[in-house]
């Protein structure tokens, strides 16, 4: 069964910033191919939501998997739907940014 894919606002509002600093650093066409494998590893989650690593320390349900080793996708599993809450450059402390989201 597949699972529904919705990103928080949060999460849009990570990968824009993304596009704007490499757009900023390596242009936009690297940057719009960059978002893309960034969205297609997202929707990936569909197939296969208990993809990831668990990361209850960080919160109840929470589940991490990278992406190229430069981005970390922060979501949970909701009734089936799969909520991508973050997506943050891989080398943050993880922990600080959520607690200063709530």
Known sequence: MTAE???REAAQTDLF???RYIADQAGRIRAGAYIDRIEAACLQ???FPERGTRRDDLGPGL???G???LATIIFRIDEGTVVIGRILYG???LQALLDESR
Do not use: K, Q, S
Request: net charge negative.
């Open 91 to 93: 080398g943050r402390d």
């Open 63 to 65: 589940r991490t998997i």
């Open 67 to 69: 992406v190229e080793r």
């Open 5 to 7: 894919v919705v990103f």
């Open 17 to 19: 910033e993304f596009y």
């Open 45 to 47: 989650l569909a197939e």
